[in-house]
């Protein structure tokens, strides 16, 4: 896997201090980042920015699927010690919330889930004691396989976002684009067909309690601007597929492995990703709980009337778990 950099739309110090400020006074006006007075109030805040740095979150535009925006500047010292599990982390850095939320208003519908992280907006990624070899975001010791975000649902987010608040190992985001691949003909017809179910990760306990048959579902579909993937492995009952599907699968398992690049987030940086054609995952690292460990913050975000999905997600159960938007909320 080749470490190389993702693409780059850079703040000046002109749009950066523009969103922090506006981060800043809706947080003073409304005291908390989860007040759903402040969620309200997002668009009305988005449409008082500026037209340059609405230009730099327009949609992702190459064929990597993603972008880091850049420019940003987190006070280590002022953020205070990575917390040990999501439930403790209070206020600890709820100016970059805020910022996150505006980011993520900027190109979509901010979302949330009822039975994630209590149903908050801005979900906090840190390593936790007993959940090291999880397929989570609370795991450190293992792979986090790449993966489509919250794939067993079809309200799943179109974009996802992370923003790093402290990464002092340089611990690497993996990413890789399916439009990037080469699969035959054979393997993209197979792939295409409603096979295999995806299952709830154990992030969603209530889920993964859900009496309902789980429906197959296609791994890719065609979009209108390409191929587009809904792809999450350790999540998948492979061993319930016939043997030339399960082999086209591997095969496109090794075709994201050969064109995944790892990003290196630095303090500030939000890295977009589009969840339907990029499958994302993390490095295996050591956690200390010492306070210093990684620690990103993460949107989701849909974009409304966008047509990069099949039909039939419409009739799907989710496994009875429901999107929030934050202007409902």
């Known amino acids: 896997m080749p470490t190389c950099p993702a693409p780059v739309r850079r703040l000046d110090p002109a749009t950066a201090a523009e969103l922090t400020s506006a981060a800043a006074k809706l947080l003073a ?10 969620l ?6 988005c449409a008082r920015l500026s037209a340059p740095l609405r230009h730099l979150l327009r949609p992702v535009d190459t064929a990597d699927g993603l972008f880091v925006l850049r420019g940003l500047d987190v006070d280590d ?41 209590d149903g908050r907006f801005v979900h906090n990624i840190v390593p936790s ?15 986090l396989t790449p993966h489509t975000e919250d794939a067993f649902h079809p309200g799943r987010a179109h ?29 993209l017809d197979r792939l295409k067909r409603p096979v295999a179910p995806i299952l709830p990760d154990d992030a ?9 048959r789980p429906a197959p579902v296609p791994t890719l579909f ?9 792809y999450d492995p350790a999540y998948t009952p492979l061993e319930e597929t016939d043997p030339l599907w399960r082999e086209a699968y591997e095969r496109l398992g090794r075709e994201l492995a050969r064109v995944s690049v790892a990003v290196s987030l ?40 966008r047509p990069t999905r099949p039909l039939a997600e419409h009739d799907e159960h989710g496994y009875g778990q429901a999107a929030l938007t934050a202007w409902a909320a």
């Open 29 to 38: 006006r409304h005291g908390s980042a989860t007040s759903p007075d402040l």
């Open 40 to 45: 309200a109030d997002l668009p009305a805040e």
């Open 77 to 117: 010292t002022e953020l205070g010690p990575t917390p040990g599990h999501w439930s403790t982390v209070a206020d600890a850095g709820a100016r970059w919330d805020v910022a996150l939320l505006l980011v993520s208003t900027l190109m979509g519908t901010p979302i949330a889930w009822d039975g994630q992280q």
């Open 129 to 143: 004691p007993g959940h090291e070899s999880e397929q989570t975001g609370a795991s450190s010791s293992v792979l």
């Open 159 to 187: 974009l996802l976002l992370l923003c790093c608040m402290r990464n002092h190992d340089g611990i690497a985001t993996t990413a890789a684009s399916v439009r990037l691949t080469g699969l035959d003909p054979a393997d």
């Open 204 to 212: 969603y306990e209530q889920a993964q309690q859900f009496g309902g």
């Open 222 to 230: 065609d979009g209108p601007e390409g191929l587009t993937m809904r």
């Open 266 to 305: 630095e303090p500030g940086d939000i890295l977009v990703v589009d969840n339907d054609t990029v499958v994302h995952g993390r490095v295996p690292f050591r956690a200390r709980y010492d306070g210093t460990d990684r620690w990103l913050k993460r949107a989701s975000v849909r974009v409304e009337d």
